[in-house]
Every structure is written in structure tokens, then in C-alpha cells.
């Protein structure tokens, strides 16, 4: 059976990685901030497509990881982009909630160099003990 799907040529049109997966960049509605990255494979890619909520392959876990399902900080895609390349994927989301990480910070990109450290410049919005029990 061929790789290639006949109901999505949209999927096909994308170059995957070696593993099957592409990175893909959420941003903030609005804002335009970098809230997080992550990965989809193409079950995650069509499923987003089909929910209107973002989700992503976990490489950690080895498994879909529907964006809030633990947490309830869901995201809603409004729009969706590859590169002109097509190996990378950007969404244009709503944050429910307003936290996109894990640590309870707006954004996962909340390292900021000064000098030669990396140092936290967001702070904590709630405490990830209280979201994820």
C-alpha cells in the first residue's frame, strides 16, 4: 500500500522528517508571541485540521498529545502555514487560559541571555502543581 493519501494530497505536499514528523511553531492570535514548538506527525496534522484544536505528536511519550487535555490550556487554531519549503508548520492560535507551558508561564520561550546565562524574564502565571495533578 502506497505511503501516499489520497483524501489529504495537502498532507503529501509537506516533507516530513525521516521519523514521519514535521515541526510546527503555535503563535499567539494577535500578539504574533512564540508560545511554544512542538511536533506532528500526519495523524496529529489531520486531526488539528479536522478538532480545530491543536495537536501533537509527544516523542517523549510516543503519542499523540492533544494540546490541554491534561491541563485545560487548549489551543485554537485559527489559521495554519507551512514555509515555503513545506517542512515546517506554523499555527496561528487562541491560548484558553493563557498558558502555553508546562512550568505555568505564558510562553515556553521564557529564557532570555544576559551575558553568557540564560535566565527566566516571564513569570510564573499559576503554578504547574495546581494544573497538572
Same mark, same amino acid.
Given at each position: 500500500?502506497? @505511503?501516499? !493519501?489520497?483524501?489529504?494530497?495537502?498532507?503529501?505536499?509537506?516533507?516530513? !522528517? =525521516?521519523?514521519?514528523?514535521?515541526?510546527?511553531? =503555535? $503563535?499567539?492570535?494577535?500578539?504574533?508571541? *512564540?508560545?511554544?514548538?512542538?511536533?506532528?506527525?500526519? #495523524?496529529?496534522? +489531520?486531526?488539528? /485540521?479536522?478538532?480545530?484544536? =491543536? *495537536? &501533537?505528536?509527544?516523542?517523549?511519550?510516543?503519542?499523540?498529545?492533544?494540546?490541554? #487535555?491534561?491541563?485545560?490550556?487548549? $489551543?485554537? /487554531?485559527?489559521?495554519?502555514? +507551512? @514555509? %515555503?519549503?513545506? @517542512? *515546517?508548520?506554523?499555527?496561528?492560535?487562541? $491560548?484558553?487560559?493563557?498558558? =502555553? %507551558?508546562? +512550568?505555568?508561564? +505564558?510562553? %515556553?520561550?521564557?529564557?532570555?541571555?544576559?551575558?553568557?546565562?540564560? #535566565?527566566? /524574564? @516571564?513569570? /510564573?502565571?499559576?503554578?504547574?502543581?495546581?494544573? &497538572?495533578?
Amino acid at each position: 500500500m502506497s @505511503d501516499l !493519501d489520497p483524501l489529504h494530497p495537502w498532507l503529501d505536499a509537506l516533507r516530513w !522528517d =525521516a521519523d514521519g514528523l514535521i515541526p510546527a511553531i =503555535a $503563535q499567539e492570535s494577535g500578539s504574533g508571541r *512564540v508560545m511554544m514548538f512542538a511536533w506532528m506527525n500526519r #495523524e496529529a496534522l +489531520t486531526e488539528t /485540521v479536522k478538532s480545530g484544536n =491543536a *495537536v &501533537y505528536w509527544s516523542r517523549s511519550r510516543r503519542r499523540l498529545w492533544r494540546k490541554g #487535555e491534561e491541563s485545560g490550556h487548549f $489551543q485554537k /487554531v485559527r489559521s495554519l502555514r +507551512t @514555509d %515555503c519549503d513545506g @517542512d *515546517v508548520l506554523l499555527l496561528e492560535i487562541v $491560548q484558553e487560559g493563557g498558558i =502555553a %507551558c508546562h +512550568t505555568g508561564r +505564558t510562553s %515556553c520561550f521564557f529564557h532570555e541571555l544576559h551575558n553568557d546565562r540564560w #535566565e527566566a /524574564v @516571564d513569570p /510564573v502565571i499559576k503554578n504547574p502543581k495546581e494544573i &497538572y495533578k
